[in-house]
């Protein structure tokens, strides 16, 4: 499972709240990623770190923020959630070049 | 950007059959080129990836080509199993900071 996990796998939340999803990494691997998946579009990628700090948008990156604060931790924050965002979060390490491992998902509903 | 065009989106192979999937991307500087198999509920699975300077990787019953003039990859299945029914999802990475671009997928079924 490449040592990621994801809290939390499930959520629930109304529109206009704000959500937080945690990325945990065990391996201290310096890029991390975050991407959702929604039918028919495959996995888009939201924002992404190459270190601690340092964080980049990705394509699909409106409504969205990162930290970085620890080489362990990438979190992704939906300042108001929107139903648009209702979607499966996926975050993802490179280990060794460029192959990227996936964590578990979180799936989130926006109701 | 890099953008990675994925064919075809749903795949119906008898056990047994081959089974190819085909890509392109558009980014000529392009450089790794991985494919991921995502089962039902499951996180996307690494399979197997090519990097630009070979033209064919093989492992066991699949094997990816990569023609980089015409700017398109290719994933084969061999004497496919009832286990390989699937989403397969190809993508490129682009030429600095190792962000991927993912095909749309391929929901592949093998009928027993």
């Known amino acids: 499972d490449a040592g990621i996990t994801q809290s939390p796998r499930h959520k629930v939340t109304e529109t206009g709240t704000p959500v937080t999803l945690r990325c945990h990494q065990t391996?201290?691997?310096?890029?991390m990623y975050w991407y959702r998946q929604d039918p028919g579009h495959g996995l888009r990628l939201i924002h992404y770190?190459?270190?601690?700090?340092?964080?980049d948008k990705g394509e699909v990156s409106d409504g969205y923020s990162v930290s970085r604060s620890k080489t362990e931790d990438f979190l992704l924050t939906l300042e108001s959630a929107t139903s648009s965002q209702t979607s499966v979060y996926f975050c993802?390490?490179?280990?060794?070049?460029?192959?990227?491992?996936f964590g578990p998902g979180t799936r989130l509903t926006v109701t | 950007g890099e953008n990675v065009e994925q064919h075809p989106s749903t795949l119906s192979v008898q056990e047994g059959d081959s089974a190819v999937i085909k890509c392109t991307y558009s980014?000529?500087?392009?450089?790794?080129f991985p494919w991921y198999k995502q089962e039902l509920g499951k996180r996307p699975q690494l399979i197997i990836d090519i990097r630009s300077n070979v033209g064919e990787k093989k492992d066991q019953r699949i094997a990816v080509t990569l023609n980089k003039t015409a700017k398109h990859f290719s994933l084969h299945i061999t004497e496919t199993q009832p286990e390989d029914s699937a989403v397969y999802f190809c993508a490129a990475i682009r030429s600095a900071g190792n962000m991927l671009t993912f095909g749309g997928g391929t929901r592949l079924m093998v009928k027993p």
């Open positions: 770190s190459y270190g601690v700090k340092d964080t």
């Open positions: 391996e201290n691997h310096r890029y």
């Open positions: 980014d000529s500087a392009s450089n790794y």
């Open positions: 993802a390490i490179t280990r060794g070049g460029n192959e990227q491992y």
